[in-house]
């Protein structure tokens, strides 16, 4: 099973810079799937990794692919399915490949981050407007961290957080903060050791200035970690896998709960299928460091390789994707899932995809006060890009 590059949905801010934790939706009846929008490549943009965000009526996103310069794009996709490419990265300096969600301010001015280019080729923060004018905020140099996979999250100053999968002291990755006057700093080098290493998934933020995260290796097994920061920069592990059936290598974000739980989704573990790796878990981590397993995934039809996070809507229900299975489409190993998972551990798929609609769900999904989710695929959705097709947008009602 292979892995395609990470990518974690952060917080989507709407109408200031705010940090936030996960906010319960109403979950919606009556289900129906529907492909909003299918890239073409090329121009047009391919390949999206991340989420979208909304901003009144029109959806925005990242492609890792496609643009002008095929080296990725910022889009912006209308209610009436109208896409357009509101930004073209062309590499270099300029920074390549982003694969992050979003965030904007309340000027609608967009973040994130791109994985390649600037000025030392290990990655930027970047700012683009409403217009279309892209700011570089950050040009990251490898010891301060390297290839940020997610995006940032932002607090009331308008500082940004976020992590970078390598570069740092250690090599191992990076929390990092930029303060509004766009000066970068380290909040935690990983060592690659108990500590964990290569934070993929961004930040969640919780109570007194404290992050939560997660890191896809490093732990006292190396199969990863459930993290938190303190607001005086101090890092300890909430959690450290031990890759059997608790879940191995998280690779997205997490939400939490009111109580203050973690949830979150691993790749792999969970059980003995997938080649004996297991197929991945959506877990939950008490304030305390106890985490249990919600659900072991089996392969085949119940979906395989959790590479997004979770949404949870107000009844307690968690809702996520699958890379890979639902199906034999796609290769034979299944062209991915959407999930929902209920509270007494009930395990519903909502939609399995057959590539013509979308192939590979890298991304968190996001919702709307209706219960509507909306999603991306990597792949799929036509046979452009080499005929693996360059991804959608999609729409989900349970």
Known sequence: MSVIRSVARTSMVSGGLILALAVPFQSAQAGKFQVLYAF?????????????????????GTTYYGGTNND????QLANDGTESVLYSFAGGTDGANPQTDLIKDSGGNLYGTTNAGGAKTCGTVFKVTPQG?????????????????????????????????????????????VTADGTES??????GGTDGAYPYGGLLAGKK???????????????????????KEKESVLYA???????????????????????????????TGCSGSGCGTVFKVAPGGTETVL???????????????????????????????????CG????????????????????AFSGSDGYGPAANMIADKKGNLYGTTFNGGGTGCGGDGCGVVFKLKE
């Open 133 to 177: 004018t892209k700011t570089t905020v950050v040009s990251f140099t490898c010891t301060d961290g390297a290839y940020p996979d997610a995006g940032v999250i932002a607090d009331k100053e308008g500082n940004l957080f976020g992590t970078t999968y390598g570069g740092g002291a250690g090599n191992s990755g990076t929390v990092y903060k």
């Open 332 to 351: 034979g190993v299944g062209c991915g899932t959407v999930f929902k998972l209920a509270p007494d551990g009930t395990k519903t798929t909502l939609h």
């Open 209 to 231: 200035g404290v992050l939560f995260g997660t890191t896809y290796g490093g732990g006292t097994a190396g199969v990863g970690t459930v993290f938190e920061v303190t607001a």
């Open 295 to 329: 659900h072991a995934f089996a392969g085949g039809n119940d979906g395989m390789g959790l590479q997004a996070g979770l949404v949870m809507d107000a009844r307690g229900n968690l809702y996520g994707t699958t890379l890979y299975g639902g199906g034999s489409g």
């Open 241 to 271: 896998f031990k890759g059997g059936s608790d879940g191995a290598y998280p690779f997205a974000n997490l939400i939490a709960d009111s109580a203050g739980n973690l949830y979150g989704t691993t790749y792999y573990g969970g059980g």
């Open 40 to 60: 073409q490549g090329g121009s047009d943009a391919a390949n999206p990794f991340g989420a979208v965000i909304r901003n009144g009526g029109i959806r925005y």
């Open 186 to 191: 380290v909040v935690h080098d990983f060592s």
């Open 72 to 75: 990725g794009a910022v889009f």
